[in-house]
């Protein structure tokens, strides 16, 4: 038993070694000048670390992250709550009422959550194209918000059903009504649940490149996914550069998980539990 064990740790601790080697190696990457990189990021013979390469990237002539960082944070933060409010309420009534076609609509919503972004991309452009949403932060806003609505809805959904419904009942007994209830008795409760969407849906909005590069083109409106592949030289690639922009891209969405982590693991049972 103990050998087995002593096995199982070996491999873990194996396995995590190969997963973090990449990180390492960009984390170094970012630290070293270009002529040292020539001879690979483990060569430690000629080692002057320096942070040039995330001053380049926050201020670079053509695709500075500064102001990538502030068109990511206008199109995220808005890209997450809208849903995340709409989404909250329509699966506690998924959950909690029965009404003509119930299933038959989270049917619907459970299949929206199959289908690639890549399927549907023409018809995409064409309707924000129609409503004159081409070039517009409002356009990603309200494409990012219709994306996230579907499995907002189910995760919601599927928390909302781990809820006794006894404190409800209570409430209702009591006088209150279906409002007070949700605000008062069933948001408090399911504060894990929408931390842990919200990480999620904010994550997903700010990584997001796909749906960016359909919709935004001006240079000065262009988010902080699609500065960092500009920051490619033509003849020659700078990975130090390419390396301190990736990482001031997941600084970001980091912080939103750790500030939410305590919500995180709690919420996620929403997917298990039914």
Wanted: proline content about 6%; glycine content about 6%; hydrophobic content about 55%.
């Amino acid at each position: 038993m103990k050998i087995r064990r002593v096995a199982l740790n070996i491999f873990a601790w194996t396995i995590a070694l190969i997963w973090i080697v990449p990180f390492v190696g960009v984390f170094m990457t970012t630290l070293r000048p270009l002529d040292e990189l020539i001879h690979g990021w483990w060569n430690f013979d000629s080692f002057h670390p320096t942070l040039e390469n995330f001053a380049s990237a926050w201020n670079h002539p053509t695709a500075a992250l500064k102001k990538g960082m502030v068109n990511s944070l206008i199109v995220a933060i808005p890209g997450t709550l809208i849903p995340l409010m709409i989404a909250t309420m329509a699966g506690y009534g998924f959950s909690r009422y029965r009404f003509p076609l119930r299933k038959s609509f989270f049917i619907l919503v459970v299949i929206t959550l199959a289908l690639p972004q890549q399927t549907i991309a023409i018809p995409i452009f064409q309707l924000m194209n129609s409503l004159n949403l081409i070039d517009s932060y409002l356009g990603l806003i309200l494409l990012h918000s219709a994306w996230g609505l579907p499995w907002i809805t189910f995760f919601m959904r599927n928390f909302f059903t781990t809820i006794p419904v006894a404190a409800e009942e209570a409430a209702r007994i009591d006088g209150a009504n279906d409002i007070v209830i949700f605000f008062k008795i069933i948001l408090p409760v399911a504060l894990p649940a929408i931390g842990s969407a919200c990480a999620l849906q904010f994550t997903w909005v700010w990584s997001d490149f796909f749906l960016a590069l359909i919709l935004i083109y001006s240079p000065d409106k262009l988010l902080i996914t699609q500065r960092v592949p500009l920051m490619r030289g033509v003849y020659n690639v700078d990975w130090g550069l390419l390396s301190a922009a990736a990482i001031i891209v997941m600084i970001v969405p980091i912080l939103i998980y750790l500030l939410l982590q305590r919500y995180y693991i709690k919420g996620m049972v929403g997917w298990s539990l039914k």
